[in-house]
Nanobody, 116 residues
Framework: QVQLVESGGGLVQAGASLKLSCAAS????????MAWFRQDPGKERESVAT???????YYANSVKGRFTISRDNAKQTVYLEMNSLKAEDTAVYYC??????????WGQGTQVTVSS
């Protein structure tokens, strides 16, 4: 069992930066693949970035070059650094943890709002 708590969201202007954090507890963090998803009302949830147990990363085309996912296993925390934010990045951002092919554990989400 893994508990995830996101933080770091907020209201910023277009072009600004934010860094989201997701603190994990309850199990061996280093064993899990981690990911950030986002969902805007009326839209489907989309995968933003993933980082596996070995540190390999994947990014959605819409954020590639602007967002960076990282993890600190000692702190049991995964981060999402977001630069050059755009209005279309506005969404609730969720942290997720999983093994192999799916993400079983989810945080409560943190709102990111980018004003243009």
């Amino acid at each position: 069992q893994v508990q995830l708590v996101e933080s770091g969201g907020g209201l910023v202007q277009a072009g600004a930066s934010l860094k989201l954090s997701c603190a994990a507890s309850g199990s061996t963090f280093s064993s899990y693949n981690m990911a950030w998803f986002r969902q805007d009302p009326g839209k489907e949830r989309e995968s933003v970035a993933t980082i596996n147990r070995r540190g390999s990363t994947y990014y959605a085309n819409s954020v590639k070059g602007r967002f960076t996912i990282s993890r600190d296993n000692a702190k049991q925390t995964v981060y999402l650094e977001m630069n050059s934010l755009k209005a279309e990045d506005t969404a609730v951002y969720y942290c997720a943890a999983g093994l192999i092919a799916s993400y079983m554990y989810w945080g409560q989400g943190t709102q990111v709002t980018v004003s243009s």
